[in-house]
């Protein structure tokens, strides 16, 4: 396996923008979940995001109606614009994928995903 690796993080102002991307450490499959997922000092691993091969997109109900997910499959690199960042979203983030995937639920689960490879640092100042 190849390390994935996240980037476009950085330090922004409450209600400004960022888009992270990255390349998933498995293979993307014609079927797969692949999601985005963050942790802040003291907190356990969350689930952000999360990206099926039907299009069909999980939020974490924190981010809703601010980040969205997305996915270029030639590029094989997954995509998290947000927007209206938030004090709380700060957090080194990371993306991962589903391994034992072949259909159906795709949520960010956290115990569902890895590995984590490189993650990158979200700061959102109030």
């Known amino acids: 396996q190849v390390q994935s690796v996240a980037s476009g993080g950085g330090s922004v102002q409450a209600g400004g923008s960022l888009r992270l991307s990255c390349t998933p450490s498995?293979?993307?499959?014609?079927?797969?979940?692949m999601g985005w997922f963050r942790r802040a000092p003291g907190k356990e691993r969350e689930g952000v995001a999360a990206?099926?091969?039907?299009?069909?997109?999980k939020y974490t109900d924190s981010v809703k109606g601010r980040f969205t997910i997305s996915i270029d499959r030639t590029k094989r690199t997954l995509y998290l614009q947000m927007d209206n960042l938030k004090p709380e979203d700060s957090g080194m983030y990371y993306c991962?994928?589903?391994?034992?995937?072949?259909?159906?639920?795709?949520?960010?689960?956290?115990?569902?995903?890895?590995?984590w490879g490189q993650g990158t640092q979200v700061t959102v100042s109030s």
């Open positions: 990206l099926d091969s039907d299009g069909i997109k």
């Open positions: 498995e293979y993307l499959y014609s079927t797969y979940c």
């Open positions: 991962a994928t589903d391994a034992r995937y072949s259909g159906g639920l795709c949520y960010p689960r956290p115990i569902d995903f890895g590995p």
